[in-house]
């Protein structure tokens, strides 16, 4: 199995930046599988959404509420995700959860989630 352990979360005042960073650890076998990386995000009462993705090769997508703001980045040799968050808006405070997703050479899949940061965009 892959652990998936968040940092960075914080308060911060809107129009300010954070970086929100994911460290996956297990078996190299395991951290050899993951395939497609994430970061989530669920405010209260909401939904948990996808705020963006990023590929082992490196293509990207994110969440329209996002684009232009936000870059998801990936250290393959470190095992670590980030998220640049700029120009934050009230509207993006929420826990943000990282999550990895791959298939095992067993054609087994697995998905993988942390605890999750707090983002609270508060002035």
């Known amino acids: 199995q892959v652990q998936l352990v968040e940092s960075g979360g914080g308060l911060v005042q809107p129009g300010g930046s954070l970086r929100l960073s994911c460290e996956a650890s297990?078996?190299?076998?395991?951290?050899?599988?993951?395939?497609?990386m994430g970061w989530y995000r669920q405010a209260p009462g909401k939904e948990r959404e996808l705020v963006a993705a990023?590929?082992?090769?490196?293509?990207?997508n994110y969440a329209d509420s996002v684009k232009g703001r936000f870059t998801i980045s990936r250290d393959n040799a470190k095992n670590t995700l980030y998220l640049q968050m700029n120009s934050l808006k009230v509207e993006d405070t929420a826990v943000y959860y990282c999550?990895?997703?791959?298939?095992?050479?067993?054609?087994?899949?697995?998905?993988?989630w942390g605890q999750g940061t707090q983002v609270t965009v508060s002035s």
């Open positions: 990023i590929t082992r090769g490196g293509s990207t």
């Open positions: 999550n990895a997703y791959g298939i095992t050479k067993r054609s087994t899949p697995f998905n993988s």
């Open positions: 297990g078996s190299i076998f395991s951290i050899n599988a993951i395939n497609t």
